[in-house]
């Protein structure tokens, strides 16, 4: 339609003929190519088929499809049809995407899948019925959550986004925004000269007035641990774990305990400060940002003692502590290989900054042994453990995290090797799990030995494919 | 259309052990990389060489696109002799690459579903190649090359796991 309304009325640019043509070829490539979608339905598996050209034919397993996704725009709606997506445990996407679909065919294959399901999968309704008790594991006091939020810092990220969202809106030009607190400063130190204040002064009232907006900012963000996590708490019922709080809008989220996955631990400077850690997990089920993110389980504590996230552990998977654990370390000259990059980082920053500003530059070489030294204390906390029932990794060094994976929760195992790892006979083992965050962190465990990285995966190998 | 299913004849079940690599797979390697490469120096050093000695650009594209087929070659050489996969009675464990190596181990219990895919050329050659989606997160989907394509039908029924809950979820 657009194409013959250009056709009678454009004044027969050559690129309006040749936008007419792409739009006509791309009508009958999605034409043609819905030809080519196919699918069919066997005793246990679905099979769909799609292509011309380039001809892909997939198998899908009936026991694997976990969430059925059924969408209709008004076009789908106009024309009887609808979009049905099939979504698995993991991976960010679905399994299988069939945009037109007969209303009446989407309907006896959603009764179909269901009706396939076993007993197992029919999980949240059957267990709620019988209601078990409630055992309270965390609950969190208005001071934890204090001291929640002067670790997380989450009041400057919030400024941060409020400047950068005013920069965005400003109808001024935007430097006007920058202008109104240096016009503060310049006003200040216009009545500070003006009055002859004393250096002393000057610095002390500098060093406050920063001491101020910093308080300021761990107000707010106390502020907003509160509103967020108010009343927190994690408890089990049966086989389940809930966990939420909040002032204003209380979030809770729940999971079956046997589809926790990862369990991540952290450790910043100021968590160490106060001798507190936090705790989160990553849950199966979904893919990712396809379903809405808000009854899932996340936190298990967001503020906890050391003694308190050991005693979780133990009660909710009966693992072992973190201290526990038997930590081996990597190769012994895994610093060295961290180190180096950021040393020669720092040599030829030095060299640069020396032949532009003279000798000053040479105050650049600092970043050598600071390398040197942050990289030696990397190694000394970085660690891996194996025991029977878990694989756990730490690493870090003044802020430091932890992560621990049941064997039998692996998804796949991979052994890495670098040109660099050639040459120094070292290796990296990482394992995949499911659901997790994508941008997030995972277990990637660099510089081992390779006879022990060897070693390593041949056991995480056997693990995850249930051979014990 | 018809669908992707190799003869009655050969729909034995897959024995464990090496998969075997199409004998054209090599032929498509060094293709992809020499045009990968031929590519990347066009880009690079043509106009350099243009620049700096006066080639003239035809010249000097001939040369780029020689180099980068030779390139391609090689590094296809070295690739296939690196790479392996080989099915195992409970999963796939693939090695590849040439400076960044990579020995991947993926359960048969993990998988979710699996693709064969077909293009013109494989159809004429009777080849296909075999893509493993899998439950993770960084590695949800894993490519084995081009295999005959018996060996892709047989391997596909292999490596289906219909249990609920093997998954781990």
Request: net charge positive; charged share 20%.
């Amino acid at each position: 339609m657009p194409a013959i309304v250009l056709l009678l009325f454009g004044r027969g640019e050559w690129w309006e003929f040749l936008a007419i043509v792409g739009a006509v070829l791309l009508a009958l490539y999605s034409l043609v190519y819905s030809f080519g979608f196919r699918y069919r339905i066997s005793n246990d598996e679905l099979v769909v088929r799609e292509g011309i050209f380039d001809r892909t034919e997939r198998h899908i397993p009936f026991a694997r499809i976990q969430n059925i996704a059924r969408r209709s725009n008004l076009l789908h709606r106009l024309f009887g049809v609808t979009e049905l997506r099939l979504e698995s445990g993991g991976g960010t996407k679905p399994e299988a995407v069939m945009k037109v679909l007969r209303v009446s065919d989407a309907e006896a294959l959603v009764a179909l899948l269901r009706a396939s399901r076993t007993r197992s999968m029919v999980d949240v309704d059957v267990e709620q019925a019988a209601t078990p008790a409630k055992e309270v594991l965390l609950h969190l006091p208005l001071s934890e959550l204090v001291r929640f939020g002067l670790i997380s810092n989450r009041g400057m990220v919030v400024v941060a986004g409020a400047f950068a969202a005013f920069w965005q809106f400003s109808p001024e030009q935007p430097k006007s925004v920058l202008r109104v607190p240096i016009n503060w400063i310049a006003q200040m130190f216009g009545e500070v000269s003006a009055h002859h204040f004393g250096l002393l002064t000057v610095v002390g009232g500098g060093a406050l007035l920063l001491f101020l907006a910093f308080a300021a900012l761990r107000l707010l963000s106390v502020v907003l641990a509160i509103l967020g996590h108010y009343g927190f708490t994690l408890e089990r019922e049966g086989d389940r774990l809930g966990a939420g709080g909040g002032l204003l809008t209380h979030a809770h989220g729940s999971a079956r305990i046997d589809r926790l996955q990862m369990l991540h631990v952290e450790e910043s400077v100021l968590h160490r400060l106060f001798k507190r850690m936090s705790l989160k997990t990553d849950v199966a089920g979904g893919a990712r940002g396809a379903n809405d993110q808000s009854g899932k389980l996340h936190w298990l504590a967001p503020i906890a003692t050391v003694a308190q996230v050991d005693t979780l552990l133990a009660q909710v998977l009966a693992a072992p502590t973190l201290t526990a654990l038997l930590w081996r370390p990597l190769h012994a000259r895994a610093w060295r290989r961290r180190a180096r990059w950021s040393r020669v980082f720092w040599l030829f920053a030095s060299a640069g900054l020396t032949y532009r500003f003279g000798a000053l530059g040479l105050l650049a070489l600092i970043g050598v042994p600071w390398s040197v030294w942050s990289a030696r204390g990397w190694a000394g906390f970085t660690r891996y453990a194996l025991d029977d029932r878990f694989l756990a990794y730490r690493e870090g060094w003044w802020s430091r995290r932890y992560a621990l994976i049941e064997l039998d929760k692996l998804q796949a195992v991979e052994l890495k090797q670098s040109p660099f790892d050639r040459r120094h006979a070292m290796a990296s083992i990482a394992v995949d799990t499911m659901s997790a965050d994508p941008l997030g962190q995972r277990i990637d465990i660099p510089y081992l030995p390779v006879a022990e990285a060897r070693a390593l995966f041949a056991v995480l190998a056997r693990r995850c494919a249930g051979r014990v | 259309m018809s669908e992707i299913t190799a003869t009655p004849m050969q729909m034995t079940p897959l024995a464990p052990g090496q998969l075997p690599l199409h004998p054209r797979m090599h032929f498509v390697w060094a293709l992809n990389h020499s045009l990968w490469f031929s590519l990347l120096l066009a880009a690079v050093a043509v106009p350099l060489l243009v620049r700096f000695t006066g080639m003239p650009i035809l010249a000097a594209l001939l040369l780029a696109l020689t180099a980068g087929v030779c390139l391609g070659w090689t590094y296809a050489g070295r690739y296939a002799a690196h790479y392996s996969a080989v099915y195992l009675a409970d999963g796939v464990l693939i090695r590849r690459g040439v400076w960044w190596r990579s020995e991947l181990f993926v359960p048969r219990a993990r998988i979710q579903h699996t693709e064969i895919n077909q293009g013109p050329l494989d159809r004429r050659w009777n080849m296909a190649g075999v893509r493993i989606h899998a439950a993770g997160t960084h590695l949800e989907s894993i490519p084995l090359a081009g295999v005959p394509l018996a060996v892709a039908v047989q391997l596909r029924d292999a490596l289906l796991d219909r249990r609920t809950h093997a998954d781990g979820a």
